[in-house]
């Protein structure tokens, strides 16, 4: 019996025991893994400490990598549970309704942002203790609890001067009864929060933090580790991050909650009237605005409400600093414009900034940093209503270094425009998530380098920039430099409902590089997805690339001249695309269509439609290159890591009447010749066209005993 027989035979077995097993049809992926005699549990590593040249000590993973490293095919299940978090909290129709004690915007923080980024803190409740309370006596509590006097004396008497309470009642007075207990609550909450803010930073010098919050070029420097920061490396080792979650639980909350009983005082009341009200606090600028068209500038803000109107929001408005840990923005409704350099709209550095607006179309601009960052800190931007058009130049939109840094909007037609590093990028050991609950949205990384000012070295004679986005992650990778290597994080992008259109230069929609995952999710509709390198999940070196779309006509495109993209995993990646339904189209210039090199677990699978792909000559859908250094004759190194492990290019597609560049037909299967150096390697291309069958991904299938997964 040959190896090809051997393989079918264990293609016949498998899938029979797991149908049986299972109560349900035979598992079309587990039947095409055993063509070559594989299961899912021989895909992924668990490196061995003694392979010299691997990687090793690689601090700051997130504390989900290790897991799915090993388990490759459980980064579905954990891309779907970030998606079905978004699509539940983010609701337009519910988010204004409790869940258990907390709301639900609190509750999507947490599951997109602190969760993966710090597991100690559960989500239960941020615990806010403070009752409605009258707006001065409120201020005055947090003028007490800093140390600071309210009354004046010496010499044995009151001075005359300054009249701090009688100047705070009557700026006070300028605000309508029936909105001061609840501002006034609002303001001890956050004081609350500042609090627990400080704490994550006691152990921290000042200079320190300083200097990493004044960091603004991270997403530059971080990849090829051209300039090494040892602030970053004293502060991640010093600082009490359950402090900083559990401040940035309280401030998302507290606002939450004043966002919703505002709402319900300006109905009853029936006219807001307009009004300002400003007070300097020891803690930065308190103000607080009525119905009118305003402009508040951001400058030295530690609270900023808005009840109504068309107002304009300049300079770092919702934005903390390395000496004031809390900044935050709450405007209640209007068509609304925010313009800044930046940090701002969002930005928590070194601590906590958090901008929500409940309605109106909205105009979000910054230079950096803004419109959900964290770095060292949570970064929250939450549009709730309306029509909404972002743009920033670099660092934001869902963008988290050592942070998490969060954009949501849950509904209307919005456009995202960033120049690189955001819209959901996980940067050194950060969590960046941006989620869009509803519409049909754009998302454009811009893509001409002569813009950005960001060529791509994968891309040299196109123009093309480095991205870095659309759920994409990226570590420092200091091996070839100071040898100060930290790894990447969660970049992650969802979208939940909508005809949607992604574009990108390199780097982007669902991938990973340096011991971090990218993940990009669409819940359905009819959606364009166009990037050019390293597009469409993707990886280089120890990471995890992941796109799933749930439904819909898609069209998936490399475009210039693209290589290495649509399913290309390069270097111990995991490079995974799931595309549910629909008439799909797949087209790119080079290598992809699920390539995997340098021991890579690469699959591109798509149930069901008339589906077209499109790619170069001389590759196939499922393709494992071939490398010398795979056979243990050919090794002169001290490791063995290359000949250890098992690697695979795995496509599948199920249903409908398909066509191929490569002359392969529906309904077949095509593999390595049993013969070839592959087969010995344990380095497996696999292609299978069929015309029906089903994947399940939870609950997994039975295991079997056995295995090949080497390491």
Same mark, same amino acid.
């Given at each position: 019996?040959?190896?090809?027989?051997?393989?079918?035979?264990?293609?016949?077995?498998?899938?029979?025991?797991?149908?049986?097993?299972?109560?349900?049809?035979?598992?079309?992926?587990?039947?095409?893994?055993?063509?070559?005699?594989?299961?899912?549990?021989?895909?992924?590593?668990?490196?061995?400490?003694?392979?010299?040249?691997?990687?090793?000590?690689?601090?700051?993973?997130?504390?989900?990598?290790?897991?799915?490293?090993?388990?490759?095919?459980?980064?579905?299940?954990?891309?779907?549970?970030?998606?079905?978090?978004?699509?539940?909290?983010?609701?337009?129709?519910?988010?204004?309704?409790?869940?258990?004690?907390?709301?639900?915007?609190?509750? #999507?923080?947490?599951?997109?942002?602190?969760? *993966?980024?710090?597991?100690?803190?559960?989500?239960?409740?941020?615990?806010?203790?403070?009752?409605?309370?009258?707006?001065?006596?409120?201020?005055?509590?947090?003028?007490?609890?800093?140390?600071?006097?309210?009354?004046?004396?010496?010499?044995?008497?009151?001075?005359?001067?300054?009249?701090?309470?009688?100047?705070?009642? #009557?700026?006070?007075?300028?605000? *309508?009864?029936?909105?001061?207990?609840?501002?006034?609550?609002?303001?001890?909450?956050?004081?609350?929060?500042?609090?627990?803010?400080?704490?994550?930073?006691?152990?921290?010098?000042?200079?320190?933090?300083?200097?990493?919050?004044?960091?603004?070029?991270?997403?530059?420097?971080?990849?090829?580790?051209?300039?090494?920061?040892?602030?970053?490396?004293?502060?991640?080792?010093?600082?009490?991050?359950?402090?900083?979650?559990?401040?940035?639980?309280?401030?998302?909350?507290?606002?939450?909650?004043?966002?919703?009983?505002?709402?319900?005082?300006?109905?009853?009341?029936?006219?807001?009237?307009?009004?300002?009200?400003?007070?300097?606090?020891?803690?930065?600028?308190?103000?607080?605005?009525?119905?009118?068209?305003?402009?508040?500038?951001?400058?030295?803000?530690? +609270?900023?409400?808005?009840?109504? @109107?068309?107002?304009?929001?300049?300079?770092?408005?919702?934005?903390?600093?390395?000496?004031?840990?809390?900044?935050?923005?709450?405007?209640? =409704?209007?068509?609304?414009?925010?313009?800044?350099?930046?940090?701002?709209?969002?930005?928590?550095?070194?601590?906590? @900034?958090?901008?929500?607006?409940?309605?109106?179309?909205?105009?979000?601009? #910054?230079?950096?940093?803004?419109?959900?960052?964290?770095?060292?800190?949570?970064?929250?931007?939450?549009?709730?209503?309306?029509?909404?058009?972002?743009?920033?130049?670099?660092?934001?939109?869902?963008?988290?270094?050592?942070?998490?840094?969060?954009?949501?909007?849950?509904?209307?037609? !919005?456009?995202?425009?960033?120049?690189?590093?955001?819209?959901?990028?996980?940067?050194?050991?950060?969590?960046?998530?941006?989620?869009?609950?509803?519409?049909?949205?754009?998302?454009?990384?811009?893509?001409?380098?002569?813009?950005?000012?960001?060529?791509?070295?994968?891309?040299?004679?196109?123009?093309?920039?480095?991205?870095?986005?659309?759920?994409?992650?990226?570590?420092?990778?200091?091996?070839?430099?100071?040898?100060?290597?930290?790894?990447?994080?969660?970049?992650?992008?969802?979208?939940?409902?909508?005809?949607?259109?992604?574009?990108? =230069?390199?780097?982007?929609?669902?991938?990973?590089?340096?011991?971090?995952?990218?993940?990009?999710?669409?819940?359905?509709?009819? !959606?364009?997805?166009?990037?050019?390198?390293?597009?469409?999940?993707?990886?280089?070196?120890?990471?995890?690339?992941?796109?799933?779309?749930?439904?819909?006509?898609?069209?998936?495109?490399?475009?210039?001249?693209?290589?290495? &993209?649509?399913?290309?995993?390069?270097?111990?990646?995991?490079?995974?695309?799931?595309?549910?339904?629909?008439?799909?189209?797949?087209?790119?210039?080079?290598?992809?269509?699920?390539? &995997?090199?340098?021991?890579?677990?690469?699959? +591109?699978?798509?149930?069901?439609?008339?589906?077209?792909?499109?790619?170069?000559?001389?590759?196939?859908?499922?393709?494992?290159?071939?490398?010398?250094?795979?056979?243990?004759?050919?090794?002169?190194?001290?490791?063995?890591?290359?000949?250890?492990?098992?690697?695979?290019?795995?496509?599948?597609?199920?249903?409908?009447?398909?066509?191929?560049?490569?002359?392969?037909?529906?309904?077949?299967?095509?593999?390595?010749?049993?013969?070839?150096?592959?087969?010995?390697?344990?380095?497996?291309?696999?292609?299978?066209?069929?015309?029906?069958?089903?994947?399940?991904?939870?609950?997994?299938?039975?295991?079997?005993?056995?295995?090949?997964?080497?390491?």
């Amino acid at each position: 019996m040959n190896t090809r027989t051997i393989c079918i035979a264990v293609a016949t077995i498998v899938g029979s025991c797991v149908g049986t097993a299972a109560g349900r049809q035979p598992d079309a992926l587990d039947e095409a893994l055993a063509l070559v005699g594989l299961q899912r549990e021989d895909l992924g590593w668990r490196p061995k400490g003694w392979w010299g040249r691997f990687p090793g000590d690689i601090p700051y993973k997130l504390r989900f990598f290790d897991s799915l490293f090993a388990e490759p095919l459980d980064s579905v299940a954990f891309g779907r549970a970030l998606a079905h978090s978004a699509g539940v909290h983010l609701d337009p129709t519910q988010v204004d309704e409790k869940l258990n004690r907390d709301g639900h915007l609190y509750n #999507a923080v947490h599951d997109l942002g602190i969760g *993966p980024k710090f597991g100690a803190l559960r989500g239960y409740s941020s615990n806010l203790t403070a009752e409605p309370t009258p707006l001065d006596e409120a201020v005055l509590t947090l003028i007490r609890k800093l140390d600071r006097p309210t009354r004046f004396y010496t010499f044995h008497m009151e001075l005359p001067y300054p009249e701090l309470q009688e100047n705070l009642t #009557a700026e006070v007075s300028k605000v *309508p009864e029936a909105f001061r207990p609840i501002l006034g609550k609002l303001v001890l909450d956050l004081l609350e929060a500042d609090r627990w803010a400080e704490l994550a930073f006691r152990r921290v010098d000042g200079r320190t933090r300083s200097v990493v919050a004044r960091r603004y070029n991270l997403g530059d420097e971080q990849v090829d580790a051209y300039d090494f920061c040892p602030e970053l490396d004293d502060l991640a080792r010093q600082w009490d991050e359950a402090c900083l979650w559990y401040a940035g639980g309280k401030v998302v909350e507290a606002v939450d909650v004043a966002r919703v009983a505002l709402a319900a005082a300006a109905a009853d009341a029936g006219e807001v009237p307009p009004f300002a009200f400003d007070w300097e606090s020891p803690l930065g600028w308190i103000r607080i605005r009525g119905s009118g068209n305003d402009t508040v500038d951001g400058h030295d803000t530690w +609270l900023v409400v808005d009840l109504g @109107g068309d107002d304009q929001y300049t300079g770092p408005v919702a934005a903390s600093t390395a000496d004031r840990p809390i900044g935050v923005l709450l405007d209640c =409704g209007g068509n609304d414009r925010y313009t800044a350099v930046g940090p701002a709209q969002g930005a928590g550095m070194c601590g906590v @900034g958090v901008l929500i607006d409940a309605a109106g179309d909205d105009t979000y601009t #910054a230079d950096r940093c803004a419109q959900g960052i964290g770095q060292f800190g949570l970064g929250l931007c939450a549009d709730l209503g309306g029509d909404d058009t972002y743009f920033n130049k670099f660092s934001g939109q869902g963008c988290g270094y050592f942070g998490v840094g969060l954009l949501f909007d849950c509904q209307g037609n !919005d456009a995202y425009r960033l120049y690189a590093d955001g819209q959901g990028l996980g940067g050194i050991s950060g969590v960046g998530t941006l989620a869009d609950r509803k519409g049909d949205d754009t998302y454009e990384l811009v893509r001409d380098s002569a813009v950005t000012g960001r060529p791509s070295y994968h891309s040299p004679d196109d123009n093309v920039s480095v991205s870095n986005g659309q759920g994409c992650a990226m570590g420092r990778r200091g091996d070839g430099a100071d040898g100060h290597s930290y790894a990447g994080g969660l970049g992650a992008l969802l979208d939940a409902e909508g005809n949607d259109s992604y574009l990108s =230069g390199n780097w982007t929609m669902g991938t990973g590089y340096w011991w971090g995952m990218g993940l990009l999710h669409d819940g359905g509709g009819d !959606d364009v997805y166009r990037g050019v390198c390293y597009t469409q999940a993707t990886g280089a070196h120890f990471c995890i690339g992941v796109l799933i779309d749930e439904g819909g006509n898609d069209r998936h495109v490399a475009e210039v001249n693209s290589h290495s &993209s649509i399913v290309w995993g390069h270097d111990f990646t995991i490079a995974l695309l799931l595309d549910v339904g629909g008439d799909d189209s797949y087209e790119m210039k080079g290598d992809g269509m699920s390539h &995997s090199i340098n021991r890579s677990v690469t699959a +591109l699978i798509d149930t069901g439609g008339d589906d077209s792909y499109q790619g170069k000559e001389e590759c196939r859908p499922g393709m494992a290159r071939e490398d010398a250094k795979f056979h243990l004759a050919e090794v002169h190194d001290v490791s063995t890591y290359w000949t250890d492990t098992t690697s695979l290019g795995l496509f599948l597609d199920i249903g409908g009447d398909d066509t191929y560049w490569s002359g392969h037909q529906d309904n077949t299967h095509w593999l390595d010749e049993p013969d070839s150096p592959n087969v010995a390697d344990r380095n497996f291309s696999i292609g299978v066209d069929r015309p029906d069958g089903e994947v399940h991904f939870v609950p997994r299938p039975v295991r079997l005993p056995g295995g090949t997964r080497g390491g």
